[in-house]
Nanobody, 119 residues
Framework: QVQVEESGGGLVQAGGSLRLSCAASTRTFSTYTMGWFRQAPGKEREFVARISWSTGNPHYADSVKGRFTISRDNAKNTVYLQMNSLKPEDTAVYYC????????????WGQGTQVTVSS
């Protein structure tokens, strides 16, 4: 299966910024929609953002709209999540995932990267 590796997390104060990266081990990266998800302690994993393989159009959860920006670099097999104006409620482990044009999100997840926002 395609493997993904997330990086870029850390500890930041409220109002700060972080940029997450996710590298995927596939030669057909450009054919996958890429997404970011997060899981806070004691909560279920939730959708954060995705970017289309075909149009490059992004889609965001309401909770991050206007603060987070998803982008991709197909030449580097990498998807990014720029997170600005961070809030304590953004604290979570962030994961990336991918899905083919006519398929579902992969059942395999990477290790994720921890984001902690202090108040």
């Amino acid at each position: 299966q395609v493997q993904v590796e997330e990086s870029g997390g850390g500890l930041v104060q409220a109002g700060g910024s972080l940029r997450l990266s996710c590298a995927a081990s596939t030669r057909t990266f450009s054919t996958y929609t890429m997404g970011w998800f997060r899981q806070a302690p004691g909560k279920e994993r939730e959708f954060v953002a995705r970017i289309s393989w075909s149009t490059g159009n992004p889609h965001y959860a309401d909770s991050v709209k206007g603060r987070f920006t998803i982008s991709r670099d197909n030449a580097k097999n990498t998807v990014y999540l720029q997170m600005n104006s961070l809030k304590p409620e953004d604290t979570a482990v962030y994961y990336c995932n991918l899905k083919p044009a006519l398929g579902n999100w992969s059942p395999y997840w990477g290790q994720g990267t921890q984001v902690t926002v202090s108040s």
